[in-house]
């Protein structure tokens, strides 16, 4: 039982005793890595998208210092 545990080892708190424990016990049991896997899922997508992107542009060989060919870039995007 869980007070007989405290009364052998009265130096390991228990989450009745220490409230920091009862609340990370609760946050760790309330923890849904749903939501963070999908932010991850969207950050991936975004970095292959912008991968891609750059690939592209580095096949197409453009200069970058011509204003008219960025902004028929521009319009493609």
């Given at each position: 039982?869980?007070?007989?545990?405290?009364?052998?080892?009265?130096?390991?708190?228990?989450?009745?005793?220490?409230?920091?424990?009862?609340?990370?016990?609760?946050?760790?049991a309330?923890?849904r890595?749903?939501?963070?896997?999908?932010?991850?899922?969207?950050?991936?997508?975004?970095?292959?998208?912008?991968?891609?992107?750059?690939?592209?542009?580095?096949?197409?060989?453009?200069?970058?210092?011509?204003?008219?060919?960025?902004?028929?870039?521009?319009g493609?995007?």
């Open positions: 039982c869980g007070s007989c545990v405290s009364s052998r080892f009265p130096f390991i708190p228990t989450a009745s005793t220490n409230p920091k424990a009862a609340l990370k016990s609760k946050i760790v309330e923890f890595p749903q939501s963070l896997i999908d932010e991850l899922l969207l950050y991936k997508r975004s970095e292959d998208q912008i991968e891609l992107k750059e690939k592209q542009l580095s096949t197409m060989r453009v200069d970058v210092c011509s204003t008219e060919t960025l902004k028929c870039l521009k493609k995007a």
